[in-house]
């Protein structure tokens, strides 16, 4: 099923500034930290004593910019992701089925270090994560993958899927992008960057839901039995 939404929605669905979730995904892990500190420690050293030429105010202002760059840069950066979906002139509400459910281990880094011999050696670094191929009735199927969780362990094929789809074209007939999974029955979300308001996104889904089973046809009701009169 898919119910194309107006653009209003889909702008309203996908944040124009970064939200709290999306925030903590960027901001990554502790070496992630420690590379933004070093860039605002080595920024705010350069406009403190490189940049003499400029006025006080001037360089000032620079080297906030600079020194609170660790702080900063993870909501310009989520906001630079959102403004990628925000591109898409046409979006849709899809819902479809869980086809299939399975883990895989992916490489997400190398490290390398010296043993006790002196030589160098290579670590991967690897990950469990789970794969969902979903799809609906006309033949659209995709993929989606997200770091293992515990959670995720109730996920079973044929489970209703939901997501945000985005197109350049109005009658959404080419997808380019879509957006993390929503498992309804679970109240589960699969996916890697947050991108979409969640509550939005639910409150929707709930809505859709209520007016498909108030437009579906209601079972006749049977005829009470006749009771026996018989002594």
Not at 162 to 169: C, I, K, P
Request: aromatic share 10%.
């Amino acid at each position: 099923m898919l119910i194309p939404l107006t653009q209003e929605k889909v702008r309203q669905l996908v944040p124009l500034v970064a939200t709290g979730s999306q925030y903590r995904y960027v901001w990554g892990k502790l070496q992630d930290f420690l590379r933004r500190l070093t860039f605002s420690v080595v920024g705010a050293a350069l406009a403190a004593f490189g940049l003499n030429f400029l006025g006080d105010s001037t360089q000032l202002v620079l080297g906030l910019i600079a020194g609170l760059y660790w702080l900063w840069a993870p909501a310009v950066l989520a906001s630079f992701r959102n403004r990628r979906h925000r591109r898409f002139p046409y979006g849709g509400f899809w819902r479809g089925r869980v086809l299939d459910v399975y883990v895989t281990e992916e490489l997400i880094g190398k490290e390398e270090t010296v043993n006790d011999k002196g030589e160098l050696v290579i670590i991967e670094n690897r990950e469990r994560c789970l794969n969902l191929e979903i799809g609906d009735n006309t033949g659209f199927e995709t993929r989606v993958r997200a770091k293992l969780l515990r959670q995720h362990r109730v996920i079973r094929p044929g489970d209703a899927a939901e997501m945000l789809v985005l197109s350049r074209r109005p009658d959404l007939a080419e997808i380019g992008l879509i957006s993390e999974v929503f498992l309804p029955r679970h109240r589960l979300w699969v996916g890697t960057y947050p991108i979409l308001q969640r509550d939005v996104f639910e409150d929707l889904s709930e809505r859709l839901r209520r007016k498909a089973r108030s437009q579906s046809p209601k079972s006749p009701r049977r005829s009470p039995r006749p009771r026996d009169s018989r002594l």
